[in-house]
């Protein structure tokens, strides 16, 4: 057998003749290209979490054929000759992080957001689909992921810049309001490739001059967006930090509400009913509030101050009604910012959630939420080789998954940092 010691992206030994050259061949290098050769990988010998069966199956190894795992096998399980193999010694084996609200439009963006364990990400509006590009790369195995599912141009009543994105939205240069203007974006959407649709209930929070409450869209004009959508076989995520906005997005039919700052009960007990989804992330407000990171403003870290203990109240209040929960970082894993999922993993758990629904957030429910829980979102044999390794027990420690040491996505190795000692 082969000892897998795949380098990982960005690993600093071949330096660069500039900057930019350094990275482009990093880049080309490691996401490029799969492992010459490779056709079984097994993860040997580790602790595996299943998500599905909320138990930890113990001493395992995990065997990949090509994109797919093909088995797991139990202890004493022997490789079979010529496989790359990466001992893992009893460390532990999670499914790979879902992001159900990320910014992903770069490859540079993609290569953070996958160290940093995220296999499957759906973007949250991007400015020229660069995210349908992202999950061409992905699909053709040029790319090792993460697996993208994308939703295109935000559908938002003034496009700005993003008018640009392709020549069939000239008409909505004066803006975004009518139904003939809802339908035609959502169909531009769909025929670049998007799969599913972002629009908004309410104003944003990470801007000084705007109220994150205000309505923004009716339930008529979200109705229209939902229905159009579904008419291309796509379902639709509604950005809504205030009660009113989010109500009329869930009466509207949306999949789910992003954010969800000030819910009330009443908008809670309806998202039960209507079995919608919420993605709160967390971890945005955490950053309105500290210095550094996508967000540094003095008058939005006054706005983060109370807008962080209403969140964290709907989020002990949507766990309670038992509403799905999923993980979303909100980031476009730019070079300056600092939220992760593995964050939103741990803050999940300080908000009450048991180790084990913190992990199940952002794998199996992440997955459920974008239709994907047959292909992935779990450990199992038949569904894509999306997978992490973490050092302890993170069901005894959260904290062990902020510290990822192997990424599988698609059956490709883009990470591995073991073994510690000499090579």
Known sequence: MRRSTCGSIGDGARAPITPLLGLLLGVLFCFGQPAAGQETLVLH??????????????????????????????????????????????????PGFIDAHTH????ESARRALLSGVTTARTSGVSAYQDVALKELVDT???????MVPAGVFITPDLGETILADPRLAPLADGVNTSEELRLLVEVNA?????????????????????PRQQVYDEEQLRVI?????????SVQAHAHGDEGARAAVRAGVRSIEHGTYLSAETLDLMVEEGTFLVPTFSTV???????????????RVRGSHMLPRLAEVVREAHRRGIPIATGADT??????VIRIAHEVVRFVDLGMTPMEAIRSA?????????????????????????????????????????????????????????????
């Open 191 to 211: 025929d670049r490739g998007a799969e599913f649709v972002k629009t908004r209930g309410t104003e944003r929070a990470g801007l000084p001059e705007t109220d």
């Open 332 to 337: 476009s894993y730019g070079a300056e910012g």
């Open 363 to 423: 794998t199996l429910v992440g997955a459920e939420l974008l239709e994907r829980d047959e292909v992935t979102g779990s450990v199992e044999p038949g569904k894509e080789a999306d997978l992490i390794v973490v050092e302890r027990s993170p069901l005894e420690d959260i904290r062990a998954v902020e510290d990822v040491l192997v990424v599988v996505s698609n059956g490709q190795v883009p990470l591995n940092r073991l073994p510690f000692g000499l090579r």
């Open 104 to 107: 992903l439009s770069s490859l």
């Open 226 to 234: 939902v229905e159009e959508a579904n008419r291309h076989g796509m």
């Open 45 to 94: 010998q580790g602790n595996l979490i299943d998500v599905q069966a909320g138990e930890v199956r113990e001493w395992v190894s995990v065997v990949v054929e090509g994109r797919t795992i093909q088995a797991i096998e139990g202890e004493g399980y022997t490789p079979p000759p010529g496989a790359d193999v990466i001992d893992l010694e009893g460390r532990w084996i999670l």
């Open 141 to 147: 195995g040029r790319l090792p992921g993460p697996d």
């Open 286 to 300: 955490v950053d309105l509030t500290e210095p550094g990171g996508d967000y540094d403003h003095p008058l939005l």
